[in-house]
């Protein structure tokens, strides 16, 4: 998924709507060349009709890919998902949701998407028709065209191959026959993979065989490339839920992390704990009992001239603030909750917090099991 600068559109059904700057460019391109269509197909019209229409046709478009998104983040909700946000971006959307728990789930959020897109093919047609009917031929192209464009998207989203919605339908298949998602996710990044690589090599004949391919080569191969990049973190996904299914949580843990008591120094935490441990926060107790933890990030914060005056007390956020978990609880839940959380608080048998996991730890703690797991295929490491 992207990463980067996203900027907030607004809430539907209360999940928010986000755009990435380049879906702005995405935008002005998408019109433009709608635009440089249409005043071929309508030379006989004038600009203003052409710019009208490739303005339509680009909303058409541009909410059609909204609507499909809106699609997987209502039907997530329905089946209990926690759908977070919708992200435009260049090539289409992103819903960002809690992974399903079973194969059913995954199958209906995903069909959605794709169902979406053909129901609104249709409906674009019967426009279509009734715009024919009333001698209206500028709406007629538009709702045909973007009834054309809908179908392509389904379709082609339907292609089961990971990381497209089709992708997903058939890890979800996969899943409910073999009973071993991790093997699920390969299979359907294989077959990612192949088709990422399938397109690069016609981008790449096309460039070098067919006279004037240049364009249409070039977007083949980058179509190729990213399925093929998609199809790998997904592969890279399947092998970290393989090597954490089953173990306790207090594996990401990189080290215990030391409580300490609401004076200390924020000065002495950075340059004794933070510095030389492998921790992100650290657990505050008072009288025996966690009263908060100082993040490594807003201990940072405090300018250094006033570390040695301001105390862990200042800076520690309360526990009430932080999501706790209990040290044996699955390590894969963890996972879950740190796509909507900055760290997770893991608390031990008797209570008190051993530490905190974050991604950064969580990587670190990946990195080390990869090295560690021989017979792993390099090529699922990203
Ligand atoms: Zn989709």
């Known amino acids: 998924m992207p990463q980067g600068h996203r900027i907030r559109l607004g809430r539907l059904f209360g999940i928010p709507v986000e755009i990435t700057p380049s879906w702005i460019l995405l935008s002005i391109l998408v019109v433009w060349s709608f635009w440089a269509r249409y005043t071929t197909v309508f030379h006989h019209r004038s600009d203003g009709v052409a710019v009208a229409m490739a303005v339509a046709a680009t909303i058409i478009l541009l909410g059609s890919i909204l609507l499909h998104e809106l699609g997987h983040a209502v039907m997530g909700r329905a089946r209990k998902l926690r759908v977070s946000a919708i992200t435009l971006y260049i090539f289409g959307g992103a819903t960002t949701a809690s992974d399903p728990t079973n194969p059913l789930d995954e199958f209906l959020f995903t069909l959605i998407g794709p169902t979406v897109n053909l129901v609104l093919a249709l409906g674009?047609?019967?426009?279509?028709?009734?715009?024919?009917?009333?001698?209206?031929?500028?709406?007629?192209?538009?709702?045909?065209?973007?009834?054309?464009?809908?179908?392509?998207?389904?379709?082609f989203n339907l292609v089961p191959a990971a990381p497209l919605d089709g992708g997903h339908l058939l890890e979800a298949v996969a899943w409910r026959i073999t009973k071993d998602r991790p093997r699920a996710i390969r299979i359907s990044a294989r077959a990612g993979a192949g088709l990422g690589g399938g397109l690069i090599g016609l981008g790449v004949l096309e460039l070098l065989m067919v006279r004037g391919g240049l364009v249409e080569g070039l977007w083949l191969g980058l179509i190729g490339y990213m399925l093929f990049e998609g199809a790998r973190s997904e592969a890279t996904?399947?092998?970290?839920?393989?090597?954490?299914?089953?173990?306790?949580?207090?594996?990401?843990?990189?080290?215990?992390?030391?409580?300490v008591t609401s004076d200390t120094s924020v000065g002495w935490l950075v340059n004794s704990e933070f510095a030389?441990?492998?921790?992100?926060?650290?657990?505050?107790?008072?009288?025996?009992?966690?009263?908060?933890?100082?993040l490594a990030a807003d201990a940072l914060a405090v300018?250094?001239?006033?570390?040695?005056?301001t105390t862990a007390g200042d800076v520690m956020r309360p526990m009430s603030s932080l999501p706790q978990e209990p040290s044996d609880a699955d390590a894969l839940e963890i996972l879950r909750l740190l796509s909507d959380h900055p760290l997770v608080a893991l608390v031990g048998a008797d209570q008190h917090v051993i530490g905190a996991v974050s991604q950064r730890q969580v990587g670190m703690v990946?990195?080390?099991?990869?090295?560690?797991?021989?017979?792993?295929?390099?090529?699922?490491?990203?």
């Open 276 to 294: 030389r441990h492998h921790v992100d926060a650290v657990p505050v107790e008072d009288h025996g009992h966690t009263v908060g933890m100082v």
């Open 303 to 309: 300018p250094e001239r006033q570390r040695l005056h």
């Open 124 to 155: 674009l047609w019967g426009a279509t028709g009734l715009a024919d009917g009333a001698n209206l031929a500028a709406i007629a192209q538009v709702t045909g065209e973007a009834a054309w464009l809908n179908l392509l998207l389904g379709g």
């Open 366 to 382: 990946l990195e080390r099991l990869h090295y560690l797991a021989a017979d792993n295929p390099t090529w699922t490491h990203s």
């Open 237 to 259: 996904r399947a092998w970290v839920e393989q090597v954490l299914k089953g173990k306790p949580a207090s594996v990401l843990l990189t080290e215990h992390a030391a409580p």
